[in-house]
């Protein structure tokens, strides 16, 4: 299997919604931003499928020095074989990798955040730096849009914690904030064990509001010149807003089950924006 073939199936195995947004690209940056999304999912399973936290700190500890030597010129994993060609094209920097390995460290050594500036950190980490990567590869060309792509980034991932509330707490993590739990009478103790309150749902109300307002702060920083070239984005934005709504709708009964949209909806939602704009 060659490096591009191994990349290739780590996207397209994964089911994200990022991969359906990767389609509608031209050959080289599709090839660049499927190199990226792989390596992105690499560090995170470390973190979510490894379960001895020792043996998880190793693997990213490897994947720091592999980053190194990548960049370095002697790239050894298919991932960064594959990813290190188009680090010259698209302007790519050894930084933005090592960052989203640290936010995944974080991962290891956090399960709570006292408040929302903290939780804020690690999404930037983890979502708003892969973000300013993405916007990079699909095309960036104005200054602005990367400020676009950090905010957007951040929605993506509140949007995220607020659907994996119920598996992230059968691992003893809970993202949402110690302060805005204490705001809405909602213990640990509840979501660890999974148990549905009018609070929390009011709790999740408040977060869902929270990353909309995100999304349409996002959207208005997008300059009109960089508007056609990050669709992908706008892809993606289109499928997670779609999400959140969906979430919303089953009054957040996020705490038992993984609340999704088919494969089939996210395709037709990226194409609707490809094609005609809209989301």
Not at 78 to 84: D, E, G, K, T
Not at 92 to 105: D, M, P, T, V
Request: aromatic share 10%; net charge neutral; with cysteine.
């Amino acid at each position: 299997m060659t490096p591009e073939q191994y990349v290739q199936q780590k996207a397209a195995s994964s089911g994200s919604s990022f991969y359906y947004a990767f389609l509608f690209l031209p050959a080289e940056r599709r090839a660049a931003i499927t190199a990226f999304y792989a390596f992105c999912r690499e560090v995170d399973d470390v973190v979510d499928e490894v379960s001895d936290p020792g043996v998880a700190r190793t693997k990213l500890a490897w994947w720091q020095n592999e980053v190194r030597s990548a960049f370095a010129g002697q790239p050894s994993h298919p991932v960064m074989q594959a990813m290190m060609p188009h680090v010259p094209t698209f302007g790519l920097k050894e930084e933005s990798f090592q960052a989203i390995i640290q936010g995944c460290q974080m991962d290891l050594e956090q399960t709570r955040y006292l408040d929302f500036a903290g939780l804020q950190r690690y999404c930037h980490l983890v979502a708003g730096v892969v973000g300013e990567v993405s916007a990079r590869i699909f095309g960036q060309t104005q200054e602005a849009t990367t400020e676009y792509a950090h905010k957007l980034g951040l929605a993506f991932q509140l949007t995220n914690i607020i659907r994996d509330v119920g598996e992230d707490a059968m691992m003893g993590r809970i993202y949402l904030p110690v302060s805005e739990l204490q705001q809405f009478d909602v213990k640990a103790h509840e979501i660890l064990n999974r148990k549905y309150s009018d609070n929390f749902t009011q709790l999740m109300r408040f977060q869902a509001e929270r990353a909309h307002r995100l999304y349409d702060e996002a959207l208005a920083l997008l300059p009109d010149a960089d508007r056609r070239a990050q669709k992908p984005g706008l892809m993606m934005a289109s499928i997670y807003r779609t999400l959140l709504r969906e979430i919303e709708r089953d009054n957040f009964q996020v705490l038992h089950q993984r609340i999704s949209l088919t494969p089939l909806r996210k395709l037709w939602l990226a194409w609707k924006m490809q094609a005609l704009g809209r989301m």
